[in-house]
């Protein structure tokens, strides 16, 4: 018997045979249950009535899938089944006059998860290699709604879909034991974890389910589900909570989702009781290798292993003498036979540097300490790098290590948690800052991107892929804010085509999540949403300066913050200017790290972008920018116009509010006062920073304190 698959508590060898015909046709799987506690998020019910209202033959011929081929073939017929039961549709056979085809057949397609779509004779066609393409199709037609199905949105000309890369991956940094600082989601600004509560892996799965499912649609396919920060509970998930992983990639392979764990270095002697974490110890390697043997037997899709070594006090290899190549190698060793990736983090620094000290300059340290290594990983290591060279600020340069690399796999990491960026309590969205970063052309215009490198389309041609911290808790709307669901969906959206248009993606995010709503509904939230990140660039750290904030909890204005701690982020503010001098000429020397003609763009004050000026230089604060202003009234002038863009976008919103579920309006009305609050303290406390350091006052004349 097919069970229903939330309730296999395993993998074996012997589950990778193909599924009777029969069992195809077995809808068993549980069909999506829409829960009222929980928000729906850009899966309503209604976003399935235009499929669902159709007549639909799934066609998947029985083959020796894999179990995730197979798992996700299940899902097809049963997320199927649900839309035509709940929207009046019908499963019929593909002689029985369809209205859409959703296919599995031969192809010469190398890539399983792309698929093709087509319209003709009235009939919407989806066909694709494997079962896992097919799942992307069907969601894609759920997107597209009535215009998937009447030849406006597909031709009939035969379009191919695949995604950029076959990595598309979403870290979770839960604790399984509640951190006494970090809490249960280190980072987490969405509740509790989905996975965990108080020191266990929750019995009920059901919000995960829902969680594939709706990263499925976005576009996600693996993804690590505990903290880079491993601490001693956490570490047993390779032991005896072992069970609880299986249990966890059980509900999430069906929606074509990979499972990753992230491991502690230290593991051989938490778990193992060895006295050493020395690579070059053949009883650590083989201690590693039993691991993955054992994760592997227990979860033969395993994706692999997640990590933070040498960093913010995780173990690492740094303590044997050893390098992150040696390090990341023996982890590669251990997984290779199972087809097990490593995401090695490049986020090491020294996190205990002395503020006098001018020399250090911590946004040199992943290029120092990976660039030198470049071709030395194993062809399983991904090395996972943050994509600016600091932590994920609103407005910081792209990592110079990105293209530092061309014989290893890199993959560009990135922030949905809103850690620096108003922790989901402002309206802020994402898309287009990744965009951009995304499109940074490392070699100068029309050059390889950020995304052509993660994807393998870069100088050396090997693929890392892109991860990104989740933003998801156990809130009702998943995200805190409500409108923090559009940063996880654009996401999934970007991770598939990085060059998608990431306003696009918003209205799409919207016009799914909100689907009652009326254009002029429509345009408040796009207006909110829209530029929100230029308007939270506007009020918080101008010109790339980088920390303003309170130390530790990263939320609100604290312009010294950082500027005499050991973590190595300073601005250097004084009477006559601010910035960090990170020149070759005069500074730290970081520019070199870039190729041409960024380190000479970058180098000179003259071409450097305005709005990365105080990252790279030190500058007097009546410096004239390229756009004509002084930096000091730069800073006037964003601050107050900031503080103006959330007011409007209050007005905006109280105006429309009515038309929202009144969950939704609740809780967005909520965020908005909170934003309100938040956005006025970055405005006085920064500017009233800068004018009692320079003594500049502001050309209008407006209230500074
Ligand atoms: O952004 C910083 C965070 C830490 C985090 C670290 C990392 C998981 O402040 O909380 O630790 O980055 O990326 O490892």
């Known amino acids: 018997m097919w069970l229903p698959l939330c309730c296999k508590r395993s993998q074996t060898a012997a589950d990778r045979r193909a599924p009777t015909p029969e069992e195809h046709n077995d809808v068993s799987t549980p069909a999506p249950v829409a829960d009222p506690a929980v928000h729906p998020a850009w899966l309503p019910d209604a976003a399935f009535a235009p499929l669902g209202s159709r007549r639909i033959a799934v066609e998947i011929p029985a083959r020796d899938w894999s179990t995730l081929s197979a798992q996700v073939a299940q899902t097809v017929r049963a997320e199927v089944a649900a839309a035509v039961a709940t929207h009046g549709g019908a499963v019929v056979d593909a002689s029985d006059a369809p209205d859409v ?35 992307y199709g069907l969601f894609h037609l759920v997107r597209l709604g009535e215009a998937a199905f009447d030849g406006s949105a597909i031709g009939e000309d035969v379009e191919r879909h695949a995604p950029a890369t ?55 396919n693996h993804v690590a589900v505990n903290n880079v920060n491993v601490g001693p509970l956490e570490t047993r998930l390779l032991g005896d909570l072992l069970p609880d992983v299986v ?48 994760v592997w037997a227990a979860i033969p899709d395993f994706g692999g292993f997640v990590i933070k070594a040498d960093s913010e006090g995780q173990p690492g290899p740094f303590v044997y003498g050893r390098t992150h ?91 949905v948690t809103t850690e620096y960026l108003g922790h989901q309590k402002h309206a802020v969205y994402l898309g287009r800052m990744w965009s951009e970063l995304l499109s940074f052309p490392y070699w100068g215009e029309g050059s390889a991107t950020m995304a052509d490198i993660a994807t393998g389309r870069g100088p050396g041609g090997r693929a890392g892929g892109f991860a990104a911290v989740s933003n998801v808790g156990d809130d009702v709307f998943w995200t805190g804010h409500p409108f923090s669901q559009a940063n996880l969906y654009a996401w999934g959206r970007l991770t598939w085509d990085p060059t998608a248009d990431p306003i696009a993606i918003l209205d799409e995010w919207i016009g799914l999540t909100f689907p009652g709503l009326s254009a002029a ?50 601005h250097f503010a004084d009477r006559d200017g601010i910035g960090v001098d990170r020149t070759v000429a005069t500074g730290s020397g970081y520019t070199a790290q870039y190729p041409a003609p960024w380190a000479s763009v970058y180098e000179s004050l003259d071409t450097v972008p305005d709005e990365l000026v105080l990252f790279f230089h030190h500058v007097p ?40 579920p009144a969950d939704v309006a609740g809780r967005v009305t909520e965020r908005f006062a909170e934003q309100l609050g938040s956005t006025t303290d970055w405005r006085d406390i920064v500017n009233t920073y800068f004018l009692r350091k320079s003594g500049l006052p502001d050309e209008q004349g407006r209230r500074i304190y």
Request: one cysteine or more; aromatic letters at 12%; glycine letters at 8%.
């Open 101 to 135: 085809a959703l296919v599995v057949i031969a192809h010469n397609d190398q890539d399983p998860e792309a698929f093709t779509v087509a319209h003709g004779g009235g009939v919407t066609r989806v066909t694709a290699a494997d079962p896992r393409g097919l799942l």
């Open 521 to 570: 509904g429509r345009q408040v939230v796009h207006a909110i949403l829209d530029e929100s990140w230029e308007t939270y660039e506007m009020y918080t750290a101008p010109l790339g300066v980088c920390f303003m904030v309170y130390p530790h909890s990263h939320y609100g204005p604290s312009p010294d913050g950082y500027e005499y701690t050991p973590w190595g982020t300073y």
């Open 247 to 294: 249990r966890i990639a059980d509900v999430f392979r069906p929606y074509g989702i990979q499972t990753h764990v992230s491991v502690s270095w230290a593991a051989p002697g938490r778990l193992g009781g060895l006295e050493t974490s020395d690579p070059f110890d053949a009883g650590v390697q083989q201690w590693w290798a039993d691991a993955a043997d054992r």
């Open 166 to 220: 076959a990595l598309r991956m979403l870290d979770h940094w839960d604790n399984i034991a509640v951190h006494p600082v970090m809490g249960q989601v280190e980072r987490g600004y969405s509740g509790g974890s989905i996975f965990y509560r108080d020191g266990v892996v929750r019995e009920d799965l059901t919000r995960v389910a829902r969680y594939a499912r709706l990263l499925a649609a976005s576009g996600i």
């Open 325 to 415: 190549a040696d390090g990341a190698n023996m982890l590669a060793a251990a997984v290779a036979k199972h087809g097990g990736l490593i995401h090695w983090r490049a986020f090491v620094y020294n996190h205990e540097q002395n503020w006098r000290d001018r020399k250090t300059d911590r946004a040199k340290a992943a290029y120092q300490h990976f660039a030198p290594y470049d071709g030395t990983f194993a062809e399983n290591v991904v090395v996972q790098i943050k994509h600016g060279p600091l932590d994920f600020q609103v407005r910081e340069a792209t990592s110079p290590a990105i293209a530092a690399m061309p014989n290893t796999r890199v993959a560009a990491e990135f922030q």
């Open 621 to 660: 604060y009546t410096h004239v920018l390229r756009s004509g202003k002084t930096v000091i009234q730069h800073v006037y002038d964003t601050h107050f116009e900031g503080l103006e863009r959330v007011e409007a976008s209050i007005a905006a919103w109280e105006a429309a509010a009515a038309e929202f």
